[in-house]
């Protein structure tokens, strides 16, 4: 059983750009969570979404970013106009229900780097 | 809001010696509380977790926590340490009222001497 798939690893973006990561969740799993690590720091709950809705997007910022996870195919976070402070490690992770004591599954995590 | 403190930054201890990494939490109810380790340029791993019942979890690699109430508490701990340990480790704490956002601390980094 494959786990959590992200691509791509690394992204390096120009300032203005668009970023979009991708998130695979594992074979079962039907609830997608994205966090985010700026350097020296832990990870940030960004957002959480079930099959075709958003549940809670309490940690997204409210501009240029947006978040989905269709019906089929991965999960995307996009974000629009890339900027500087925007370089960090996004990790996606997966469960089977949506339960707190449910484990989440953490990819690899995508490095975004934006010049 | 939930919160969680790992005031250690960085850890160094010596191959073989015990090892523990403190956790502390704020959070209004029964937390459910998790450890995950990150090595470099990984994801993170779960190494163990806790919900309810004995307040001492047995995790994978040989690690454990205990869960303090009193002291809003949950360190790591393991007897003695194997150079392949060193990572970052990171303590969170789960939302009871479903979602399972996680909110994590800063992380402690674990460097092992040889």
């Known amino acids: 059983n494959a786990g959590v798939m992200q691509n791509p690893r690394h992204l390096v973006r120009r300032r203005g750009q668009e970023a979009r990561l991708r998130c695979s969740p594992m074979?079962?799993?039907?609830?997608v969570y994205w966090y985010r690590q700026l350097p020296e720091e832990g990870l940030k709950f960004m957002v959480y979404?079930?099959?075709?809705?958003?549940?809670?997007e309490s940690g997204m910022p409210k501009e240029r970013f947006s978040a989905e996870f269709p019906k089929e195919g991965p999960s995307i976070l996009r974000i629009q106009q890339v900027v500087r402070g925007d370089s960090a490690a996004y990790f996606c992770?997966?469960?089977?229900?949506?339960?707190?004591?449910?484990?989440?599954?953490f990819g690899p995590g995508t490095r975004l780097t934006v010049l | 809001a939930q919160s969680v403190t790992q005031p250690d930054i960085h850890i160094t201890v010596s191959e073989g010696a015990s090892l523990e990494l403190r956790c502390n939490y704020s959070y209004g109810a029964t937390p459910y509380l998790f450890w995950y380790v990150q090595s470099p340029g990984q994801g993170l791993q779960l190494l163990l977790k806790?919900?309810?019942?004995?307040?001492l979890v047995q995790g994978i690699k040989g690690f454990e926590a205990e869960f303090k109430r009193s002291q809003s508490s949950f360190n790591l701990r393991k007897p003695s340490v194997h150079w392949s340990d060193a990572a970052e480790y990171f303590c969170a704490v789960g939302a009871t009222g479903g979602g399972n956002k996680l909110t994590f601390g800063t992380g402690t980094q674990l460097k092992v001497e040889l």
């Open positions: 992770a997966s469960s089977v229900n949506s339960g707190s004591t449910d484990t989440q599954y």
């Open positions: 074979k079962g799993h039907s609830h």
């Open positions: 979404l079930q099959k075709e809705n958003i549940i809670d």
């Open positions: 806790y919900f309810s019942g004995d307040t």
